[in-house]
Every structure is written in C-alpha cells, then in structure tokens.
C-alpha cells in the first residue's frame, strides 16, 4: 500500500519575552495526514514542545514559514509511530472490523408509547 504523507501546522504558542528574545515559539500543533492510492485517509494530531532557540540561531516570528516549523517539527517528532497509526487507520477504512448496523427493528424514535 503507498500512502503519500503531508504535515499541517494547526497552531503554535510563543512566550513573548525568553531569554532576551521576544516572541518566541515554545509550542506547536500539527498534523500529519497520509493518504493512499485509493482516496484512502488516515491523520495523526501531535504537539510537541520546541526548544529554546539560541541568539545566533533564531528567525523572529513574523519570518517564520510553515515549512520551516515542519522541518523542527520532523527533527523532535519521529514518523515511525505516526505513520503507523496512520496506516492502522487506513486498513480499518479498507477492512473494518466492526460496522454499525442499523436496528432491525427500527431506531428508537420510531416505537410508540405502550397504550394504557
């Protein structure tokens, strides 16, 4: 089976002041979505805490691009457990092992009240 995996960035957290640095990221949301060949779709949500950047190494906020924190993301966040959560999620679409039915005698809202 050949997923195509892509990263989202949903939302991230800064500490305004850290270390003589100002807004800082410190936290990120995400999601890591794969897809197969069939339409096929599984999403794994993380978050993951960034470490504190030094002087020499920081890109102010406003420069920041969402390519750039999937790249700290991938450095703190393996794939090997999110891609195979993501594959389990695929195979169920595929194979369920369990499907709701419908009641065959119809859904509550369809009995009547007992008469007195």
Known sequence: MAITYSYKITSMSKAPSLDGLTDVVTHVRFEYKGVDENGNEGTFQGA?????????????LSELTEEM??????ITHPVEHMQERIQ?????KIAPKKVEITLPWGSPSDVQPAMP
Not at 69 to 74: F, G, L, M, T, Y
Not at 88 to 92: C, G, H, S
């Open 69 to 74: 924190v999937i790249e700290w993301v991938k």
């Open 48 to 60: 993951t805490p960034m470490p504190t950047p030094d002087s020499a190494n920081f890109t102010p």
């Open 88 to 92: 389990k999620q695929i195979q169920e």
